[in-house]
């Protein structure tokens, strides 16, 4: 059984505090994905990696980066947080290079920005 | 022409029946679909596949692929209130890495 697990559920942070938000996953999965998610706008990728320290920039990468240093951690990075960041963060994993390409996703930090 | 398009809803169902949710999507190579719930607050949960033309059923839900009409689609039979949720297509790009591309999803609401 696949786990995707993120280190907070919810999250208030500053304007202009840098925010760390943290996906482990326990199934061996080499690529892992961020999302966000906004009322309207679906979700939309952030950022995604196929391996340590590999990363590619999705659809919305301004104002973030990432890290991933292990294989099961992924980490998201808001180096200076502002309010149009307030949204439902979104983790998720997948196996490489087969035709299947199942995504599962974490439970979502829900994060404000005040 | 967005990527993957599917009605906003709400679809309103009564308890017991038919749930039919459509999606289109624009890439002809695609190969992979899949269809994930969402209840209000919570993470998308994988509940379909399907990568070849025809149905596949499990359970109580059935996933439909028409790659010539570029058309998925999923039945839930016997529906419950338990299934009022959100609904989300996906599908993958082809020859674009292993990223897939999600519609914005149907509202599905089961009248008791």
């Known amino acids: 059984d696949v786990k995707v697990t993120q280190s907070s559920r919810y999250l208030v942070k500053r304007t202009g505090e840098k925010v760390f938000l943290e996906c482990v996953q326990d199934m061996d999965h080499e690529n892992m994905f961020w999302y966000r998610q906004d009322p309207g706008l679906g979700l939309r990728l952030i950022y995604f990696?196929?391996?340590?320290?590999?990363?590619e920039k999705g659809d919305i990468p301004e104002g973030y980066s990432v890290s991933r240093e292990k294989k099961e951690r992924f980490s998201l990075i808001l180096e200076s947080a502002s309010t149009n960041q307030t949204s439902m963060y979104l983790c998720a994993s997948s196996l490489r290079g087969t035709l299947f390409y199942e995504q599962y996703f974490g439970p979502g930090t829900r994060l404000t920005v005040t | 022409q967005k990527e993957v398009e599917q009605n906003s809803g709400p679809l309103s169902v009564p308890e017991g029946a038919i749930a039919s949710l459509n999606c289109t999507y624009s890439?002809?190579?695609?190969?992979?679909f899949f269809w994930y719930r969402q209840y209000s607050g919570k993470s998308p949960e994988l509940i379909m596949s399907i990568y070849s033309n025809g149905d596949k059923e499990d359970g109580r839900f059935t996933a439909q692929l028409n790659k010539a009409s570029q058309y998925v689609s999923l039945l839930i039979r016997d529906s419950q209130p338990s299934d009022s949720a959100t609904y989300l297509c996906a599908v993958n790009k082809m020859n674009r890495d292993d990223k897939i591309i999600f519609g914005k999803g149907t509202r599905l609401h089961i009248l008791p």
């Open positions: 990696s196929y391996d340590v320290k590999m990363k």
């Open positions: 890439d002809r190579g695609s190969q992979s």
